[in-house]
């Protein structure tokens, strides 16, 4: 059963007087599908909301979903001294926004370079930033750790347990992938509009910022909000880096949350992974729009 | 400065590398030469500041390294034309030191052992040895204490016998001071520039205090002072005794001498090693282990395994549930498309570290909901079967991967053209049949770089494994953390990481060079199969 269908079914069920078995060949079996899929899809995010909300607090306290109603999971979320979840959230915006940021300038930077200049090494650049994004950095955790106490030796402030550290390890993926959308995007203005700039008088930076920036704002979206979920999912990188409980983001707080005892603290869990869940699902679904088609231009997530 | 921007500068076309300039140019307008200068200077105070601590450290190599960087940014950005590199040059230089050099890195720690017990040079190990292997000497005498704090280290102040107040710390041998304060007997309590801890603030570093040993003198051999209570503290010297000529240490007590066995520890001669060694090459041999030793061949093999059991099949479930609920809602008169829609990729919006912990509380055997309210009770080992528990992380990673393969689907088969199959259906051609002989190998096709791309990232997906299962259910049969569910890189970072069984950075540098090989192999193919290399050309 095909979509091929659509076309011959169309013309023999005239909505009303179609039998059920006609509406269910042509259309119910899709609704039935779409339902389960649904469920499937919304099932366990239900289970999470309700784990929050029930005071119980531990994984074995509910028998149905949504039975009892508290905020107390929340409160103690906040209370929580050794676990400052409030500093997590924090920390988590400040590294996502500034990495997202930075990455999304050094990216367009460089896919200026590579759309609007012709100069010798481009196509070999292109090719090695291709090659290079294949190997996530998350396969050199250990050479970034060893990197990182190397540093922290000689600049404590750059070193193991600096977010500031981190956002550094994290923009060197900067160039890559994003730097490819970029490129695609870029090459899609005609290069006449900044001709005739040029002649008017603008120079190359003027160019950039008021002719390229403005027209490609779409692409620049993508890659700062797809950077931003990327990072804001990162665990392996952050985990490694940042040991003190004030400096780390939500994932690795809240992977520690449930590490040791993951059946006790569940509820305060679940709550935080609600509030964690929310801005960059809210984020999302806003722009999803922008998403997909950032996506099928090549990206997965990451 | 701004009026002065807006303002057209009368200079001829940049060079873009189209268009090379004949009379030079004229500067940038003002407010781009100050942004420049400004941008320059920070960056120039940064790298002076950085060359000072490296010259202060003595890290010769880096240093020159950085004073090149340095150097070579300057002159990107104070030359005229050269343009490309402005441009290029923020993220090159990033790209170069987190992607580019830690894989070199990573490279080098593979040939070494370095890790838990062989950290640092040997001159440094040597000094550790003597310091940490130590015993008090049988008739030393009393040192009233008192334990002092400055910026947060430590430091013992004791009153010798002859009445004499000196003060050390850990990295500080012992040297005579004047006391501003002493107590009621006599011995010195307090130095100028120090905070004398009371007894609330030594109960709480009691740790810290305990392990603490100041030398007596530069010479290790002299002894250092170690304080149990932190009121009193006791000579300590050497238990084994480093032979600088011979390159070997002894056993004051035993008579046992550990010599150097090249390969970064010192030995006994019945095999016994003193655990704190340093840092060697060694060559092949992380590779050699991984591939022999009986006690990481067989997991490693069934991890390889796993691995691309896990690649495979997530990208296949995934693709097949996307495509399938692709063609289901590919009707444009279904009533509640985009409400389905919305509610399927929710899972794709959320993070993806939350869902793997999220769904393992769903799954846990004792307490988890789906079988204790789902199915009334029962004891399924979802997460602790060794194959229950590959098939629930394939199942999370279904739920997780099939709206991004959805969407994906969608848009792919919206493009096919529509004359296709029309043609197909004249020939009397069935639905099932122009899927199978006509759409799926077209969309095949303009997937197949997606799905290649796919199977790359589900090759290191740590995050649904690592928050799922940890990897477990433990192999038996082998020391390593390792389990049914590990897949190659959640291996390496707990081999590198993990508690229990020490740090081998080695041996997982050797792992990830492993990954390097396999990805590099899987993105050859890529290359071939996608245009990504004539888009190039244009």
Same mark, same amino acid.
């Given at each position: 059963?095909?979509?091929?269908?659509?076309?011959?079914?169309?013309?023999?069920?005239?909505?009303?007087?179609?039998?059920?078995?006609?509406?269910?060949?042509?259309?119910?079996?899709?609704?039935?599908?779409?339902?389960?899929?649904?469920?499937?899809?919304?099932?366990?995010?239900?289970?999470?909301?309700?784990?929050?909300?029930?005071?119980?607090?531990?994984?074995?306290?509910?028998?149905?979903?949504?039975?009892?109603?508290?905020?107390?999971?929340?409160?103690?979320?906040?209370?929580?001294?050794?676990?400052?979840?409030?500093?997590?959230?924090?920390?988590?915006?400040?590294?996502?926004?500034?990495?997202?940021?930075?990455?999304? @300038?050094?990216?367009?930077?460089?896919?200026?370079?590579?759309?609007?200049?012709?100069?010798?090494?481009?196509?070999? /650049?292109?090719?090695?930033?291709?090659?290079?994004?294949?190997?996530?950095?998350?396969?050199?955790?250990?050479?970034?750790?060893?990197?990182?106490?190397?540093?922290?030796?000689?600049?404590?402030?750059? /070193?193991?347990?600096?977010?500031?550290?981190?956002?550094?390890?994290?923009?060197?993926?900067?160039?890559?992938?994003?730097?490819?959308?970029?490129?695609?995007?870029?090459?899609?203005?005609?290069?006449?509009?900044?001709?005739?700039?040029?002649?008017?008088?603008?120079?190359?930076?003027?160019?950039?910022?008021?002719?390229?920036?403005?027209?490609?704002?779409?692409?620049?979206?993508?890659?700062?909000?797809?950077?931003?979920?990327?990072?804001?999912?990162?665990?392996?990188?952050?985990?490694?880096?940042?040991?003190?409980?004030?400096?780390?983001?939500?994932?690795?707080?809240?992977?520690?949350?449930?590490?040791?005892?993951?059946?006790?603290?569940?509820?305060?869990?679940?709550?935080?992974?609600?509030?964690?869940?929310?801005?960059?699902?809210?984020?999302?679904?806003?722009?999803?729009?922008?998403?997909?088609? /950032?996506?099928?231009?090549?990206?997965?997530?990451? | 400065?701004?009026?002065?921007?807006?303002?057209?500068?009368?200079?001829?076309?940049?060079?873009?590398?189209?268009?090379?300039?004949?009379?030079?140019?004229?500067?940038?307008?003002?407010?781009?030469?100050?942004?420049?200068?400004?941008?320059?200077?920070?960056?120039?105070?940064?790298?002076?500041?950085?060359?000072?601590?490296?010259?202060?450290?003595?890290?010769?190599?880096?240093?020159?390294?950085?004073?090149?960087?340095?150097?070579?940014?300057?002159?990107?950005?104070?030359?005229?034309?050269?343009?490309?590199?402005?441009?290029?040059?923020?993220?090159?230089?990033?790209?170069?030191?987190?992607?580019?050099?830690?894989?070199?890195?990573?490279?080098?720690?593979?040939?070494?052992?370095?890790?838990?017990?062989?950290?640092?040079?040997?001159?440094?190990?040597?000094?550790?040895?003597?310091?940490?292997?130590?015993?008090?000497?049988?008739?030393?005498?009393?040192?009233?204490?008192?334990?002092?704090?400055?910026?947060?280290?430590?430091?013992?102040?004791?009153?010798?016998?002859?009445?004499?107040?000196?003060?050390?710390?850990?990295?500080?041998?012992?040297?005579?001071?004047?006391?501003?304060?002493?107590?009621?007997?006599?011995?010195?309590?307090?130095?100028?520039?120090?905070?004398?801890?009371?007894?609330?603030?030594?109960?709480?570093?009691?740790?810290?205090?305990?392990?603490?040993?100041?030398?007596?003198?530069?010479?290790?051999?002299?002894?250092?002072?170690?304080?149990?209570?932190?009121?009193?503290?006791?000579?300590?010297?050497?238990?084994?005794?480093?032979?600088?000529?011979?390159?070997?240490?002894?056993?004051?007590?035993?008579?046992?001498?550990?010599?150097?066995?090249?390969?970064?520890?010192?030995?006994?001669?019945?095999?016994?090693?003193?655990?704190?060694?340093?840092?060697?090459?060694?060559?092949?041999?992380?590779?050699?282990?991984?591939?022999?030793?009986?006690?990481?061949?067989?997991?490693?093999?069934?991890?390889?395994?796993?691995?691309?059991?896990?690649?495979?099949?997530?990208?296949?479930?995934?693709?097949?549930?996307?495509?399938?609920?692709?063609?289901?809602?590919?009707?444009?008169?279904?009533?509640?498309?985009?409400?389905?829609?919305?509610?399927?990729?929710?899972?794709?919006?959320?993070?993806?570290?939350?869902?793997?912990?999220?769904?393992?509380?769903?799954?846990?055997?004792?307490?988890?909901?789906?079988?204790?309210?789902?199915?009334?009770?029962?004891?399924?080992?979802?997460?602790?079967?060794?194959?229950?528990?590959?098939?629930?992380?394939?199942?999370?990673?279904?739920?997780?991967?099939?709206?991004?393969?959805?969407?994906?689907?969608?848009?792919?088969?919206?493009?096919?053209?529509?004359?296709?199959?029309?043609?197909?259906?004249?020939?009397?051609?069935?639905?099932?049949?122009?899927?199978?002989?006509?759409?799926?190998?077209?969309?095949?096709?303009?997937?197949?770089?997606?799905?290649?791309?796919?199977?790359? @990232?589900?090759?290191?997906?740590?995050?649904?494994?690592?928050?799922?299962?940890?990897?477990?259910?433990?192999?038996?049969?082998?020391?390593?953390?390792?389990?049914?569910?590990?897949?190659?890189?959640?291996?390496?970072?707990?081999?590198?990481?993990?508690?229990?069984?020490?740090?081998?950075?080695?041996?997982?540098?050797?792992?990830?060079?492993?990954?390097?090989?396999?990805?590099?192999?899987?993105?050859?193919?890529?290359?071939?199969?996608?245009?990504?290399?004539?888009?190039?050309?244009?």
């Amino acid at each position: 059963m095909s979509t091929l269908t659509t076309k011959a079914t169309a013309t023999t069920v005239p909505a009303n007087k179609a039998s059920f078995g006609q509406w269910f060949k042509a259309k119910g079996w899709r609704h039935l599908v779409a339902i389960a899929a649904t469920v499937f899809s919304v099932f366990p995010l239900l289970y999470v909301l309700s784990a929050a909300l029930n005071p119980t607090g531990t994984m074995a306290g509910a028998s149905s979903l949504f039975t009892e109603f508290g905020t107390g999971n929340f409160e103690e979320l906040f209370a929580n001294q050794e676990r400052p979840f409030g500093r997590w959230f924090v920390n988590t915006l400040v590294i996502g926004t500034v990495t997202s940021a930075a990455t999304v @300038f050094l990216g367009a930077m460089a896919a200026y370079a590579f759309s609007r200049m012709r100069f010798t090494g481009r196509r070999v /650049g292109l090719l090695t930033l291709l090659l290079l994004q294949m190997f996530p950095q998350l396969l050199t955790v250990v050479a970034i750790f060893l990197l990182l106490n190397f540093i922290g030796d000689i600049i404590p402030a750059l /070193g193991l347990g600096s977010q500031l550290g981190l956002i550094m390890v994290y923009l060197g993926g900067a160039l890559g992938v994003n730097t490819y959308l970029m490129y695609g995007f870029f090459n899609t203005v005609p290069t006449s509009l900044d001709e005739s700039a040029r002649i008017d008088g603008a120079s190359h930076v003027q160019v950039f910022f008021k002719i390229i920036m403005p027209l490609v704002t779409p692409i620049l979206a993508v890659v700062g909000l797809l950077a931003f979920i990327g990072i804001s999912s990162e665990f392996v990188i952050a985990s490694v880096v940042l040991t003190d409980p004030d400096s780390q983001t939500l994932a690795v707080g809240l992977y520690s949350y449930v590490a040791q005892q993951r059946s006790e603290n569940w509820g305060v869990f679940a709550a935080g992974a609600v509030l964690a869940a929310i801005p960059v699902m809210t984020l999302f679904l806003f722009l999803q729009r922008y998403i997909t088609s /950032g996506l099928t231009a090549g990206g997965v997530k990451g | 400065m701004v009026e002065i921007e807006e303002k057209p500068e009368v200079s001829t076309a940049r060079p873009g590398g189209r268009k090379p300039s004949k009379n030079g140019r004229g500067p940038d307008s003002l407010g781009g030469i100050l942004a420049k200068i400004i941008l320059l200077g920070i960056t120039d105070a940064v790298a002076a500041f950085v060359l000072f601590q490296l010259a202060l450290s003595a890290e010769w190599l880096v240093f020159g390294i950085s004073l090149l960087t340095t150097l070579a940014i300057n002159w990107i950005y104070l030359r005229r034309g050269g343009l490309p590199a402005k441009y290029l040059a923020p993220g090159v230089i990033f790209l170069m030191v987190f992607q580019v050099f830690v894989m070199i890195f990573s490279t080098y720690i593979a040939f070494t052992n370095y890790g838990d017990g062989h950290n640092s040079s040997k001159e440094d190990a040597i000094a550790s040895i003597q310091l940490s292997a130590s015993e008090r000497v049988p008739d030393s005498p009393q040192f009233p204490t008192s334990v002092l704090e400055k910026n947060g280290s430590y430091f013992l102040l004791v009153t010798t016998p002859e009445g004499e107040a000196k003060l050390g710390g850990a990295e500080e041998p012992l040297h005579t001071v004047t006391p501003s304060t002493t107590g009621p007997t006599g011995a010195a309590t307090g130095v100028e520039g120090y905070g004398t801890l009371d007894f609330a603030t030594l109960l709480q570093h009691q740790a810290e205090i305990t392990s603490l040993s100041v030398p007596i003198s530069a010479n290790p051999e002299d002894g250092s002072l170690k304080t149990a209570d932190g009121s009193t503290s006791y000579v300590y010297t050497p238990k084994l005794k480093y032979d600088a000529n011979a390159d070997t240490f002894t056993d004051t007590a035993t008579g046992t001498v550990y010599s150097d066995d090249g390969r970064g520890s010192f030995v006994a001669s019945d095999g016994t090693r003193l655990n704190t060694g340093w840092k060697v090459n060694v060559g092949l041999e992380n590779f050699e282990r991984a591939f022999t030793d009986p006690n990481l061949q067989g997991p490693l093999l069934k991890v390889i395994a796993w691995t691309f059991g896990f690649a495979i099949l997530s990208v296949a479930t995934t693709f097949a549930l996307g495509l399938f609920l692709a063609i289901t809602f590919n009707k444009a008169d279904l009533k509640g498309k985009k409400f389905y829609r919305i509610l399927m990729i929710l899972p794709y919006a959320f993070p993806a570290f939350l869902s793997g912990l999220v769904w393992s509380g769903l799954l846990n055997p004792e307490f988890g909901f789906i079988n204790n309210a789902l199915l009334g009770g029962a004891q399924i080992p979802w997460l602790t079967d060794p194959v229950l528990s590959k098939v629930s992380v394939l199942m999370v990673n279904l739920w997780l991967g099939y709206p991004y393969m959805f969407l994906v689907c969608t848009g792919a088969l919206q493009s096919l053209p529509e004359d296709v199959d029309e043609a197909a259906r004249m020939d009397g051609a069935g639905a099932w049949k122009i899927f199978t002989a006509i759409k799926l190998p077209l969309l095949l096709v303009s997937l197949a770089p997606l799905l290649i791309a796919s199977f790359a @990232f589900n090759f290191n997906n740590f995050n649904v494994i690592f928050m799922l299962t940890g990897g477990g259910p433990r192999f038996d049969g082998t020391t390593f953390d390792i389990g049914s569910t590990d897949i190659l890189i959640t291996m390496v970072y707990k081999i590198a990481f993990g508690t229990g069984t020490g740090r081998d950075y080695g041996l997982a540098s050797a792992l990830a060079i492993l990954i390097f090989i396999i990805v590099a192999a899987v993105s050859a193919l890529s290359f071939k199969k996608t245009k990504a290399l004539e888009d190039l050309n244009q």
